[in-house]
């Protein structure tokens, strides 16, 4: 499994990440699909919080 690398976040601010939509599109993509769990994704992809992945694919 490879890094996504900068592409991952838009920029940090404090503790708070905020995500490219091309990025949260990608994760949200691979969610649908189903072929990984949301563990997976979430680790492979550096999304600390699982329930974010959830919400994003929520509103796709």
Do not use: P
Request: charge should be positive; aromatic fraction near 6%.
């Amino acid at each position: 499994m490879g890094k996504i690398g900068d592409e991952r976040r838009s920029e940090k601010i404090g503790m708070r990440k905020r995500f490219h939509s091309e990025f949260m599109t990608k994760v949200v993509l691979e969610a649908i699909k189903g072929e990984k769990t949301i563990a997976e994704l979430s680790s492979e992809y550096e999304v600390h919080n699982r329930t974010q992945i959830v919400n994003w694919r929520k509103r796709a």
